[in-house]
């Protein structure tokens, strides 16, 4: 998952990169490649990195201190896993709130500039904010 996740941000970025730089696509959004998976699907690779290294860790967190014994260390493994599952989950948040305009004006900001184009428009209303969803073709 963490591979995955870093390799899926990465290409991303790159594809963003290179769109941004192409002839012809100034003033044009990115609907390409994995950004027409997802509307932001270098957040997506964080969240695949991040909960990757979660799972990484997952061993190491649940086991038990030398000074841990019994159904205390059980207990405390346990806590700790618990905290170490809100470090993903409040990314996902985080993600979500500025994707989602509810944390920044990201989200005005792209419909003000490219509100107009019903190509975009569409790719609002169609394309998911965050995990994409993945079209398998016949």
Known sequence: LYVWGLAWEVLADWQKYWFLHGVGNSGRF???GLWSLSQH???FGNLCLWSGI???NAAAIIARRPDESGRRGKVLGACRLALGCLCPLFLALLFYGQASGRISPARSLM???FGHDSTFRSYVQTVPLIV???RWQR
């Open 132 to 134: 994409p969803r993945l």
């Open 111 to 113: 419909l003000e500039k």
């Open 41 to 43: 699907p270098n957040y």
């Open 30 to 32: 990115c609907n390409f």
């Open 54 to 56: 979660f799972i990484l």
